[in-house]
């Protein structure tokens, strides 16, 4: 059964590197794929972060890509997300979520995580 | 600011019919990229709802249904029941953002 589970530190210190793990069951991460992170503030909406496929090609938002690293670790089966210099502004729940089937990137994102809860102290 | 617009809340009787509208722009929904729904029930991840302007992954009740016109979208669900009280995010993507996906602010629907 494909699942896909984040986990991470779920306190940050203001100004330091958040560091997320994607762990993806059930599928092989370099299938026709491509593998997202999406972010949600306490109350608020969603927020796309960036999307990554396999063989490197990368897309992100362009209001975090200074501070955004994706990287796939097709040995493990995951994906992470780094995102530096963080303030209270980027605490959120982080979900990763899987889209772009068959290397077509603006398909929906068909399988999301539970996501997790990421707070941000100063 | 959401680069799609969606109204915050809307609301509607036991077995009634609601929509709810996705309003983009020219370089985005108008300029030709799908829309598709996301239904996210109290404290879950969001889930698939509609993709492709308006077909249904499977499991999802036909009294779900998305359509699209120029640059604009809607969710109706009809027949509401209590379990649809959730909130619904409207997703595309934009061609000026080099490929950003982007999203509606959400709605959310209350069920009378």
Same mark, same amino acid.
């Given at each position: 059964?494909?699942?896909?589970?984040?986990?991470?530190?779920?306190?940050?210190?203001?100004?330091?590197?958040?560091?997320?793990?994607?762990?993806?069951?059930?599928?092989?991460?370099?299938?026709?794929?491509?593998?997202?992170?999406?972010?949600?503030?306490?109350?608020?909406?969603?927020?796309?972060?960036?999307?990554?496929?396999?063989?490197?090609?990368?897309?992100?938002?362009?209001?975090?890509?200074?501070?955004?690293?994706?990287?796939?670790?097709?040995?493990?089966?995951?994906?992470?997300?780094?995102?530096?210099?963080?303030?209270?502004?980027?605490?959120?729940?982080?979900?990763?979520?899987?889209?772009?089937?068959?290397?077509?990137?603006?398909?929906?994102?068909?399988?999301?995580?539970?996501?997790?809860?990421?707070?941000?102290?100063? | 600011?959401?680069?799609?617009?969606?109204?915050?809340?809307?609301?509607?009787?036991?077995? !009634?019919?609601?929509?709810?509208?996705?309003?983009?722009?020219?370089? $985005?929904?108008?300029?030709?990229?799908?829309?598709?729904?996301?239904? !996210?029930?109290?404290?879950?991840?969001?889930?698939?709802?509609?993709?492709? $302007?308006? $077909?249904?992954?499977?499991?999802?009740?036909?009294?779900?249904?998305?359509?699209?016109?120029?640059?604009?979208?809607?969710?109706?669900?009809?027949?509401? !029941?209590?379990?649809?009280?959730?909130?619904?995010?409207? !997703?595309?993507?934009?061609?000026?953002?080099?490929?950003?996906?982007?999203?509606?602010?959400?709605?959310?629907?209350?069920?009378?």
């Amino acid at each position: 059964q494909l699942q896909l589970q984040e986990s991470g530190p779920g306190l940050v210190k203001s100004s330091e590197t958040l560091s997320l793990t994607c762990t993806v069951s059930g599928v092989s991460i370099s299938s026709s794929y491509y593998w997202g992170w999406i972010r949600q503030p306490p109350g608020k909406g969603l927020e796309w972060i960036g999307s990554m496929y396999h063989s490197g090609s990368t897309f992100k938002n362009p209001s975090l890509e200074s501070r955004v690293t994706l990287s796939v670790d097709t040995s493990k089966n995951n994906l992470s997300l780094k995102l530096t210099s963080v303030t209270a502004e980027d605490a959120a729940v982080y979900y990763c979520a899987r889209h772009g089937y068959g290397g077509n990137y603006y398909e929906a994102f068909d399988i999301w995580g539970q996501g997790t809860m990421v707070t941000v102290s100063s | 600011q959401s680069v799609l617009t969606q109204p915050p809340s809307v609301s509607g009787a036991l077995g !009634q019919r609601v929509t709810i509208s996705c309003t983009g722009s020219s370089s $985005n929904i108008g300029a030709g990229f799908d829309v598709h729904w996301y239904q !996210q029930l109290p404290g879950t991840a969001p889930t698939l709802l509609i993709y492709g $302007n308006g $077909n249904r992954p499977s499991g999802v009740p036909d009294r779900f249904s998305g359509s699209k016109s120029g640059t604009s979208a809607s969710l109706a669900i009809s027949g509401l !029941q209590a379990e649809d009280e959730a909130d619904y995010y409207c !997703q595309s993507y934009d061609s000026d953002l080099s490929g950003y996906a982007v999203f509606g602010g959400g709605t959310q629907l209350t069920v009378l």
